[in-house]
C-alpha cells in the first residue's frame, strides 16, 4: 500500500483533532453560538446565516439578509466567517481525511479537501460581500454559484461523514480478525 507524505504527517496529530472535534460538538450542544454570536432572527430560507443552508438559496434572499442584518449583523458574521476560515475548516478537512485515509488510503481520502474548497466560495464571497456592503456586492450570477458550492459542500461533507463512518467500522472489523 502506497503512503502519502501528506496524511502521514497528520497522523500524529490524530488524537489532538479527535479532541477539537469532541469538544466542537460538546460546544454546539451546550451552547447555542450561532444564535448567542449571531441573534438576529433573521433567516435565508429557514438557516440563520447562508453557510448553514444545505438546500442552498437565491441571490434575492442573500441580498435581503445582507440589508437585513445591519453593520453589527455583518461585523459579527465577518468574525464567524475568520472563525470558519482559519479554526473550522482546517480543523474539520484534516480530521475526516485523517481517519477516511487510515482505511481508504486513495483519492477517497480528499473528499473532505473538496468539501473544503466549495465551503472557501462560500464564506470568502459572503465575508467579502459583508465587509464591502453596500458598496460592492457579489453579482447575482456569483450569488447563485455561491449556493450552489454551498450545496455541494453539504454533500461532500455529508461522503465525507459516510466514509469517516465506514473507515471506523472496518478499522474495528480487522482488529478483531486479528485477534482471532
Not at 13 to 40: C, G, H, N, Q
Not at 59 to 69: G, N, R
Not at 149 to 173: D, E, H, W
Amino acid at each position: 500500500m502506497t503512503r502519502n507524505i501528506f496524511f502521514e504527517t497528520i497522523l500524529p496529530y490524530r488524537p489532538i483533532l479527535w479532541t477539537a472535534m469532541f469538544l466542537k460538538a460538546i460546544s454546539s450542544v451546550v451552547w447555542d453560538d450561532e444564535k448567542d454570536l449571531f441573534p438576529y432572527g433573521i433567516v435565508v430560507d429557514g438557516c440563520p446565516f447562508p453557510d448553514l443552508c444545505v438546500f442552498g438559496y437565491t441571490s434575492e434572499q442573500i441580498l435581503d439578509w445582507y440589508q437585513a442584518i445591519d453593520a453589527e449583523g455583518r461585523r459579527r458574521y465577518g468574525m464567524l466567517a475568520l472563525m470558519d476560515l482559519f479554526i473550522l475548516m482546517p480543523m474539520y478537512s484534516l480530521f475526516l481525511g485523517t481517519e477516511i485515509y487510515l482505511s481508504f488510503p486513495n483519492f477517497l481520502s480528499y473528499v473532505p479537501f473538496l468539501a473544503l474548497l466549495f465551503d472557501l466560495i462560500e464564506t470568502l464571497t459572503h465575508g467579502y460581500a459583508v465587509v464591502m456592503f453596500p458598496n460592492q456586492l457579489p453579482s447575482k450570477m456569483w450569488l447563485e454559484i455561491t449556493s450552489t458550492a454551498t450545496i455541494i459542500k453539504f454533500v461532500l461533507i455529508g461522503a465525507s461523514l459516510l466514509l469517516t463512518v465506514t473507515s471506523l467500522i472496518r478499522r474495528i472489523i480487522m482488529r478483531k480478525e486479528k485477534r482471532k
